[in-house]
Structure formats: C-alpha cells, structure tokens
C-alpha cells in the first residue's frame, strides 16, 4: 500500500521522490510538516495529491494579515430560534490542512494552531473538539519575502516533525511536468489507493516498530549536543527527541523493517532539527550554517554496536 502511495504522489509530484518519501514519514509518524520554499515549486500541489491519493479530507486556510482565529479553529453563534449557541466548525476541522504562507497572519492566529497540532483538538467557550483522525498540517512559507510577514515563534515551529525544501527540478523534470500539464494530468484525475481507516492502521503498525535502548540513547545523544553547542542560542527540546524517535520508526517501518537502525535516525536529523535550533548572532554574522554544524554534531555521538 506505502508503495503504490508514494508511486501515485511521484506521478503527479513529478521529480520530489525524497520529499515525497519525508512527508509520508511524517503522515505515518503523526507529524506536521513545514515546507519553506519560493513560489510556485509545487508545495500546494504535493498537499492536494496528499489528500487525493489517501482519500482524507482536505481543507485549505489561505493565511493573510486579518485571518482570525475563529476562521480557523470555528466560533459559536446564538441561534435564535433555539435560544442556545451552536458551534460553527472552522476551516482546521479536516483529515489534511494546508497552512498556506502560514507567517503571513498575525501570532495570534498563528498559535490557534498550537493546541490542534500537538492535541489533536480545539478548544472554543471552554469546550473542546476533537478534529478528524488522522489529522495532519503542511504549512507552507516563503523564505525569501519578509515584507508583511509575521515569523514563526519557537514554540510553532516546534510543534512541526519537518522542515522540509521542494527546491526546482532539473530540466528533464520540467520537460516532463510541462508534458503533464499538457495532457491534462491534474490533481482531480487521482484516484485514491487508500483510506484513512488504511493510515490510522499503518499509523498503529509504526508505534510497533522496535527501539532498542542504545538507539534511543543515541537519538537522545544527538539532540543534548545540540544544546551544549555554543553556536546555536537554542537548542532541540525533548519533543525533538521525541518526533526524531517517531520519524525513524516510521523511516525503518516505509524500508520494511520492524526495528530501527543508528542510521535511521542520523538520515533524519537535520530535517527534524533544523528549524528548531537559532543561532547566536555572532554565528549569524561569521556566516555559520545549521545544517553543516547538526552534521558536525552527528559525528560526536556515539553509535550503539548492538
């Protein structure tokens, strides 16, 4: 079933095979993904072949200056006729969101998602909601335009398992995306090859994927390096630990495996740690990267033998 998923996405997410395999990683891990990128690379395409091919509901909050929380988690209204108020749902109320150019709103719709994305719930007039199982948010941001953006606090990119970059595609890849549009191949043509009753099971099978106990010293090694690295004014938290320790067990799960390996965990660490960790100004200044310094960290911690 993961393989005819991931084949259906990269028929019409053309070229992205290993973004396509991290968000997968991610859906079957219960994660969220931010994907940063310019415009018009295909993040809201990949979002929508997502939601087609795994037949789960799809909802889309465009996120601007005046989107308020109510739009998203939804508002109670007084019915008049009743003489009780009645909970209108919001946009967020779907299997599949697209946070589309999420830093493009205010911080206090921005942390309407807080409570969704790490409790599966709103909360709205002191009652809570559950929202659809399996629910999942690809945010999407514009790394290069800043102008009437409002950035992401810590505490919202933490609640995401990825960050994640679509980047261009060669040419062979345009010539065949060019083709694709020519022939009508849209995102409406697909047909799902799964449901979410099939995620919830796969999502089931990954938590039985074994962690010995050296690997999961190791990933708990990976992120305390983090912390003591004087380069970076933030370091991971222990949900870092905790989501690098989900996204390898989905990882070993996707390549057939019922255990995880050191590597599963080493091949992921700088998409789940990357967007959690802010270098001190100096470091900004002397021109420092996040990715080469978590590498540098990956080399310091030590590997089970077992």
Do not use: W
Request: glycine share 6%; aromatic share 6%.
């Amino acid at each position: 079933m993961i393989e005819k998923l991931e084949k259906q996405i990269n028929e019409y997410f053309v070229g992205k095979e290993d973004v396509v395999r991290k968000v997968l990683i991610c859906l079957l891990a219960g994660g969220h993904v931010l994907l940063e990128d310019v415009p018009g690379v295909g993040k809201t395409t990949l979002a929508r072949t997502l939601a087609k091919s795994t037949d789960l509901s799809f909802g889309r909050i465009q996120f601007t200056p005046d989107t308020l929380p109510s739009d998203v988690v939804g508002v109670s209204i007084y019915n008049m006729k009743t003489c009780e108020f009645e909970f209108r749902e919001g946009a967020i109320a779907k299997n599949l969101i697209l946070a589309d150019e999420i830093n493009r709103t205010s911080p206090k719709t921005q942390a309407s998602l807080l409570e969704a994305m790490a409790e599966g719930r709103v909360t709205v007039d002191k009652k809570t909601y559950d929202l659809p199982d399996p629910f999942m948010v690809i945010a999407t941001q514009n790394p290069v335009e800043f102008i009437g953006t409002y950035p992401l606090p810590e505490a919202q990119t933490d609640r995401f398992m990825m960050r994640l970059s679509v980047g261009y595609p060669d040419k062979e890849q345009e010539n065949l995306l060019a083709k694709n549009h020519i022939e009508g191949r849209t995102v409406e043509n697909i047909e799902s090859v799964c449901s979410a009753e099939d995620i919830r099971e796969l999502r089931g099978k990954v938590k039985d994927v074994h962690v010995s106990d050296g690997v999961i010293d190791y990933i708990r090694q990976i992120t305390e390096l983090t912390r003591s690295e004087k380069r970076f004014v933030l370091g991971a938290s222990p949900r870092a630990t905790l989501q690098l320790l989900d996204a390898s067990r989905a990882a070993a799960f996707i390549e057939g495996r019922d255990f995880v390996k050191p590597d599963d965990a080493k091949n992921l660490a700088v998409y789940v740690l990357h967007h959690r960790l802010v270098l001190t100004p100096e470091s900004s200044m002397a021109g420092d990267d996040t990715d080469s310094i978590i590498k540098a960290l990956l080399t310091r911690a030590k590997v089970p033998m077992e």
